[in-house]
């Protein structure tokens, strides 16, 4: 039996303004940020603490997927502050690059460490964008080192389009790209303004 | 209800903030390289680091030891009972700066748990079903608006700010457990709880000291950041950090970089 036309006549529209009015686009992002980041650490767990690996081999693996990742030179240049400005072009080059290696370097080897830790992200929510193009949210997680006090590790992930990036981690509060930004500044300081000291301090890093 | 709460200490916090905020407002910059720069308070800084240094040997001489030793030879079904014991002595004071701060739902969090160990207090409340809340003077004046005040190293205790160390000495008279047990039994709690949490830090402080570019200024930023995460409680708002980053430097695809490869 066919439906009488006026079902369809009001039905369609219908349907149309449902799908208009589902409050999906607004907080899409903040699914999306929450997949990115329980992905990303599947990836993570899954290819950095698998056996048999050279420590040359965790560390390529830890590049490619924090440059996936991460905002990098977001992170870098923030992390640098008021330095950045003053900072001649050849020192930014190879700022950037030790900045990445020496990221690269001690979280490659602290994932060593790690073996069957669980990782579980909760919610994500809403955080101020400077940005107009932006969304930011705060995907919230737990690590459990051991069952009993898991770990609140929280993601601050910065979305154009379908990009997505991690600009900073914090750790029951406390955020790395602030605690990096507060060494760097304290060892420009003391070195009367200069990054060098900076410079050599990470080479070392990278180096040793 | 959080705003309520927050907001009952607002009056009182707004004349402390007054004052406070004198000490440590910051101009107004247009460079966006340093608009979040927080400027790090910190005036005593050489004495400070002496000291930091001077705390940092008396840790491996006496703090790192025990905790190493507490570890190794503690048997395991005695460190949750001993454990929890240290944490429960602290609950007393945990309720009464809830009170203080307008926090009714941690107050109730503290005194239960406090209550559910009593029958077992000295077994250390083995079965614990409420997780132990933490909240001291300097956190109390930090809800009610006070500002931190200059950073400080205080010799032994360590890390520390004005407001934290007034907070220090006036726990010192008002902790109810030092009040009905002597200030030896608080005294007592405080190595007890230095030398636990010493332990449960053993890997993260050596992974710190192998890491950082300036474990001085890495201390000093993680004990601020810590405190003003333990003001919140853990709420997402504290964790609002650095939002200045952006993604106008990485919405390309990364260029390679040079020394990528040649990493050791």
Redesign the interface.
């Known amino acids: 039996m066919a439906l009488p036309r006026w079902t369809i006549a009001i039905a369609g529209p219908l349907v149309a303004l449902i799908i208009a009015a589902t409050p999906a686009n607004a907080d899409q992002h903040l699914t999306a940020s929450s997949e990115f980041i329980q992905s990303l650490a599947d990836r993570a767990i899954n290819t950095l603490t698998a056996d048999g690996q050279t420590p040359?081999m965790r560390?390529q693996e830890f590049?490619g997927l924090f440059?996936e990742g991460?905002?990098?030179?977001?992170?870098a240049?923030?992390v640098?502050?008021?330095y950045?400005?003053g900072a001649s072009e050849a020192d930014r080059t190879e700022y950037?690059?030790?900045f990445?290696?020496v990221i690269?370097?001690?979280w490659a080897d602290?994932f060593s460490e790690y073996s069957g830790e669980k990782f579980e992200v909760q919610q994500a929510?809403n955080?101020?964008?400077?940005?107009k193009a932006?969304n930011?949210a705060?995907v919230?997680s737990l690590f459990f080192s051991d069952p009993q006090t898991p770990v609140?590790i929280?993601w601050?992930v910065?979305?154009?389009g379908d990009?997505y990036?991690i600009?900073?981690v914090?750790v029951?509060?406390?955020?790395m790209?602030?605690?990096q930004r507060?060494?760097?500044?304290?060892?420009i300081r003391s070195n009367s303004g200069e990054i060098s000291a900076?410079l050599d301090?990470?080479r070392k890093?990278?180096?040793g | 209800m959080p705003l309520l709460k927050r907001g009952s200490g607002r009056i009182l916090g707004v004349a402390l903030l007054a004052v406070a905020l004198t000490a440590c407002a910051g101009t107004p910059n247009d460079?966006p390289?340093?608009a979040?720069?927080?400027e790090?308070n910190d005036p005593l800084e050489i004495p400070n680091r002496f000291i930091f240094a001077f705390n940092v040997g008396l840790d491996q001489l006496v703090l790192q030891p025990a905790a190493v030793t507490y570890r190794d030879l503690m048997p395991d079904e005695l460190k949750v009972p001993i454990g929890n014991l240290i944490a429960n002595l602290f609950m007393p004071l945990s309720f009464l700066h809830s009170m203080l701060q307008g926090d009714f739902e941690r107050a109730e969090m503290a005194a239960s748990r406090f209550v559910a160990s009593a029958p077992t207090l000295f077994l250390g409340n083995p079965f614990p079903d409420r997780a132990p809340v933490y909240e001291d003077a300097g956190q109390t004046l930090g809800v009610w608006g006070a500002g931190t005040g200059p950073y400080i190293m205080l010799p032994v205790l360590g890390p520390s700010n004005v407001r934290d160390t007034t907070g220090t000495i006036v726990d010192f008279f008002i902790d109810p457990l030092g009040i009905v047990a002597g200030s030896q039994a608080t005294i007592g709690r405080g190595v007890g709880s230095a030398v636990l949490s010493r332990e449960g830090n053993l890997e993260q402080v050596r992974?710190l000291q192998r890491?950082?570019?300036?474990y001085?200024?890495?201390v000093?930023?993680?004990y601020g950041?810590?405190r003003?995460?333990?003001i919140?409680n853990?709420s997402?708002e504290?964790?609002?950090?650095?939002?200045?980053?952006?993604?106008?430097?990485?919405?390309e695809p990364?260029p390679k970089?040079?020394?990528?490869a040649t990493?050791?």
């Open positions: 040359e560390r590049r440059r991460f905002a990098i030179n977001g992170i240049r923030f640098l502050g008021r950045w400005r950037m690059a030790l990445e290696d690269v370097n001690t602290r929510v955080a101020p964008s400077a940005h932006e930011v705060i919230r609140r929280d601050r910065a979305s154009r990009i990036k600009t900073d914090s029951e509060g406390i955020s790209a602030n605690t507060d060494e760097f500044s304290s060892v900076l301090i990470l890093k990278r180096d | 460079d390289d340093a979040a720069d927080v790090i992974d890491n950082s570019v300036d001085y200024a890495a000093r930023s993680l950041q810590r003003v995460a333990e919140k853990g997402l504290a964790t609002q950090a650095a939002p200045t980053i952006g993604l106008e430097l990485d919405f990364a970089q040079s020394s990528a990493t050791q």
